[in-house]
Each structure stands twice: as structure tokens, then as C-alpha cells.
């Protein structure tokens, strides 16, 4: 059976816009789900979300109000006259949402990544009319993702659509939570061509001062919509509060990113800006971490070469050191001259800090030397 895409699930939703899901990452209380979902809407959601149960990965954080939340859920649903998604993590979870009327399910990262519940939750689909938003596995398994949908198909189900919300890798340090892997984005739409993606910068940024910049990219990249976590006062949230943004903010987020397309329009907010600004903070404050330990293996440097009695600048070293740096910098397009210049400063530095180390270890073995 063929994928239906999101605009023909006929829930009303958006033919030629970005489809838009908001709410707070947890339905932590009645008057906090509502405020929330109502924020939401007036900032332009089509579809409303609230996590109500939460797999979490350690245990003791707050692991989800359950059952009673989908009560308030309901309210913001009638409140608002917009369709819910809540995640589902279970058989049983799928049977409570679906008592209380929630419109469409969504499975989350932590549940993508495990065949046997995938298979679980969609034999409690089995005949059931649902749309289901399956979110990609924590790791970057993208036949693990598309399996997932697969499982959901073979139920029966043919409103299906895709959340993209990042990968954890054992990568080097990122600025994202999760970085997003775009790559792995283009290999799941071979797999199922005319599946609707949605993208979920929140969990890929971790950060609200990078969201425009993750959602920018993935409507560049033709994402059918963004799903964004919204609460009514995020630094206060249970769960997530650094990614979330008051209604708002997300307002003005969605103006901003939908509003692209008309003629030069300049964001008199500054919100592009700023997140391009807080990106170059994360990275500058990266390079200044890489420095810290780099200068702590030149320190182990000094003194092997001081114990081996080699001489601290080594000519060959040197020049092939920077002949290297010249041509990966060459390679990502880099200014030569400031790869050299870096390069340059960040040895001579080194040079320097390796003569002081030895020349205070001198100091203290002949001050020690006296005193015996
Ligand atoms: C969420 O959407 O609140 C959530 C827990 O997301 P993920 O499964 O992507 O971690
Ligand atoms: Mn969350």
C-alpha cells in the first residue's frame, strides 16, 4: 500500500506551507498543557503535541504524566479545534491514545531503534485508521528508520510521514544536540520516495539559539514541515527547557523562517542573525576547548623530548605539519594565508610554552638538588 502524503490524510493540513507541530515537550500540568497549546496555535501550529509518556535515557528525570494528561489534551484539542500527536511507546499506550481521541501517534527515537516494539505497536495498529509520525532511530541507521515504516505498512497503515530529529553519534564534539546528518536524510527519501518529512530542530539544536538555523536548512532542503517543542515558560519546563521557546518566540521563529521568500526581506528581529551569532559563539568557544587540549599533549611532549634529551623544534616535524594543515585547509576551501598564519602562531606557542616548562622543571630539579 502506497504512503499517503501529509496534505492528503485530509486533516485539513497546509497544501503549499510547511506543516506546522508545536506544544511543549511534556504535558507537565492542565493549566501548563492548555496555555501551552493555546500559545501554539496563535503562533500558527496546524497540529498540536505534548509528550505524555517519556522514554527517557536515565532513569529518575521525569518520565511523563501518563494517563491524566491526556485528559488536558483533549481540552487544548477542543480549545483549539486542532488535531494532537502524542508519542506512543507501547501496545497498551496506543490503546489509551486512541480511547481518548488523540489524532495522530508519533514513536519516538528511542523506541525507532527496537524491531520488537516497532512490531509491538503496530500490531495494536492492526485495522485501526491512524496517521503515524515514526522518528528516526537515536543511531544513524537509516535502514532501521525505514524498517520502522515498513512494519507500520505492512499493518495497514497508509498515513504515514517521517520526523527527522538528529543522530547521536560517538562523532567528535557538535554545537547540536543531535546533529542532523542531512546525508542520511537524502538516503531515506531513496528508500521511500513521497513519504512527507518532518524535521524537529529542537531536538537536533538542544539549544533555542539554534533552531532558525536547523529549520532553515531543512526548508531549504524541502522538509514538508517542522515539528517545534513550545511551552509557556520553557526555562521553568520539566523536560527540555533549553530547547523550548515561549509561544512567542515561536511566533516570531515561524514569521521569520516562513517569510523567506519575499523579495530580500531583511529580519528586522535580528533572529537570523542571532542564531548565526550563537552558532559562532559555540564554535569559537570549540576552538578554544581543541587548543586547551592540544596544549596539554605538547606539555607531555616537552617532557619526553626533555627526558630523551631531543631538541625541542624539530625541523622536519614542523615542515610537515603545516604542509598538512595547507592542504586539508585547501581542501575545505580555506584561505591559505590564514591556515598558515594559525598554524604558525599555534607552533611558535607551542615552542614557547615548551621552552618555559623545561626551563621552571631546571629550576625546580636544581632547587631541589640544593636542598639535599
Ligand atoms: C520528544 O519529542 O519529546 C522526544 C522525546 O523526542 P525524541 O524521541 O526525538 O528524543
Ligand atoms: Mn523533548
Known sequence: MTIKSMNNWGMNLPENAPIIIAGPCSAETEEQTIASCVGAQKAGAHILRAGIWKPRTSPGSFEGIGEEALVWLRKAKKETGLPTTIEVASAQNVYTALSYGVDILWIGARTTVNPFVVQEIADALKGKDIPVLVKNPINPDVKLWVGAIKRLQNAGLTRIAAIHRGFDTLAQKNIYRNPPNWGLVSEFKKHLPGISIINDPSHIAGKRELLYTVAK?????????????SHISPDQAWSDPAQQLTPNELKHLL??????????????????????RSEIDLLDNALIDLLAQRKEIVGNISEFKKENNLSIVQFERWKEMIL?????????GLNQELVEGIFDAIHQDSVRFQREKQASSNINESSSGNAG
Open 324 to 332: 598538512t594543515r595547507l592542504d586539508s585547509g585547501n581542501k575545505q
Open 255 to 276: 514569521e521569520t523562517l516562513l517569510k523567506k521568500n519575499t523579495a530580500s526581506h531583511v529580519s528586522d528581529s535580528g533572529t537570523e542573525l542571532n542564531s548565526w
Open 217 to 229: 536548512k531543512a526548508l531549504d532542503l524541502n522538509a514538508d514541515g517542522l515539528m517545534i517543542e
